[in-house]
């Protein structure tokens, strides 16, 4: 694993926080990589017609959603969010054969879409989503992050300070986060606690050889994989690379402060 330093040379533990998507896109899996530990937020509210629950793919008649059926229960934590039927699958796995069987790649991953898709039946959402993520990282996209549970504290609170609670629990040095986090997230509560902030930047990735154009980068990352097989990771990481107000220099943790929550 990739040690993380400062300017001074000291090491930096980076972690991420990050609700489980359902097979996300590739900067999904580029924040992924750019920490240490990496951990999946899902004991908070449940966003239905979300990234939770569906994504976009490449056809010849344009963008197309699949959708993993939930039901109309808002008032769940993700976590807790049940599968309603199991139809779904094989039409997935059928979407996607359609989709992609001409692109260079599909055969490579064949085996992997049909233990998803046709050998076990999902109940639950996260354990789906997490199942692919941790498979699509670890194993095609060679990232080597460890991937842990926010359920495994019981951080109490709500927004930025849960979060700063939670990011405090696993001792970081460096919080990354998407861009649209700056509209909540407290930087300076996470300054004052010694923790830096850096927003990811999405621009720039390169672009692949992609069947049915214009070439669209908000698609699941299996097009990626599809079209560019072991070459994947490559396009994963932008020109344009993270960001933020203080992570370029170490913050300094105050002696009074504790990196635990209370």
Same mark, same amino acid.
């Given at each position: 694993?990739?040690?993380?330093?400062?300017?001074? @040379?000291?090491?930096?533990?980076?972690?991420?926080?990050?609700?489980?998507? #359902?097979?996300?896109?590739?900067?999904?899996? =580029?924040?992924?990589?750019?920490?240490?530990?990496?951990?999946?937020? =899902?004991?908070?509210?449940?966003?239905?017609?979300?990234?939770?629950?569906?994504?976009?793919?490449?056809?010849?008649? @344009?963008?197309?959603?699949?959708?993993?059926?939930?039901?109309?229960?808002?008032? $769940? $934590?993700? *976590?807790?969010?049940?599968?309603?039927?199991?139809?779904?699958?094989?039409?997935?796995? $059928?979407?996607?054969?359609?989709?992609?069987?001409?692109?260079?790649?599909?055969? +490579? %991953? $064949?085996?992997?879409?049909?233990?998803? #898709?046709?050998?076990? *039946?999902?109940?639950?959402?996260?354990?789906?989503?997490?199942?692919?993520?941790?498979?699509?990282?670890?194993?095609? /996209?060679?990232?080597?992050?460890?991937?842990?549970?926010?359920?495994?504290?019981?951080? +109490?609170?709500?927004?930025?300070?849960?979060? /700063?609670?939670?990011?405090?629990?696993?001792?970081?040095?460096?919080?990354?986060?998407?861009?649209?986090?700056?509209?909540?997230? =407290?930087?300076?509560?996470?300054?004052?606690?010694?923790?830096?902030?850096?927003?990811?930047?999405?621009?720039?990735?390169?672009? %692949?050889?992609?069947?049915?154009?214009?070439? *669209?980068?908000?698609?699941?990352? /299996?097009? /990626?994989?599809?079209?560019?097989?072991?070459?994947?990771?490559?396009?994963?990481?932008?020109? *344009?690379?993270?960001?933020?107000?203080?992570?370029?220099?170490?913050?300094?943790?105050?002696?009074?402060?504790?990196?635990?929550?209370?």
């Amino acid at each position: 694993m990739k040690a993380w330093r400062d300017k001074i @040379g000291q090491v930096m533990k980076r972690l991420a926080v990050l609700q489980s998507n #359902y097979i996300p896109w590739k900067g999904y899996f =580029d924040i992924i990589q750019r920490v240490e530990t990496f951990v999946f937020y =899902d004991d908070v509210q449940y966003t239905k017609n979300d990234w939770r629950n569906r994504n976009r793919i490449k056809t010849s008649n @344009g963008l197309n959603w699949l959708t993993v059926p939930t039901g109309g229960n808002l008032g $769940r $934590r993700i *976590c807790d969010v049940e599968i309603t039927d199991s139809h779904w699958q094989k039409k997935h796995f $059928r979407t996607l054969q359609q989709s992609y069987s001409k692109s260079p790649f599909f055969e +490579t %991953y $064949r085996e992997f879409l049909e233990a998803v #898709y046709l050998d076990q *039946c999902w109940e639950n959402l996260s354990e789906l989503n997490q199942y692919m993520i941790q498979r699509i990282a670890t194993e095609f /996209l060679g990232i080597t992050t460890e991937f842990r549970n926010a359920s495994e504290f019981q951080v +109490t609170g709500s927004g930025s300070e849960r979060l /700063l609670k939670l990011v405090s629990n696993y001792q970081a040095d460096v919080y990354v986060s998407g861009p649209a986090a700056k509209d909540y997230l =407290d930087e300076q509560e996470f300054n004052s606690a010694g923790i830096a902030v850096e927003y990811m930047n999405y621009d720039g990735y390169p672009k %692949y050889p992609q069947l049915h154009p214009p070439f *669209c980068h908000e698609v699941s990352i /299996l097009d /990626l994989l599809f079209h560019v097989g072991p070459d994947a990771p490559k396009y994963i990481t932008p020109s *344009c690379t993270s960001h933020n107000s203080n992570a370029q220099q170490r913050v300094l943790k105050p002696e009074s402060t504790s990196r635990r929550s209370a």
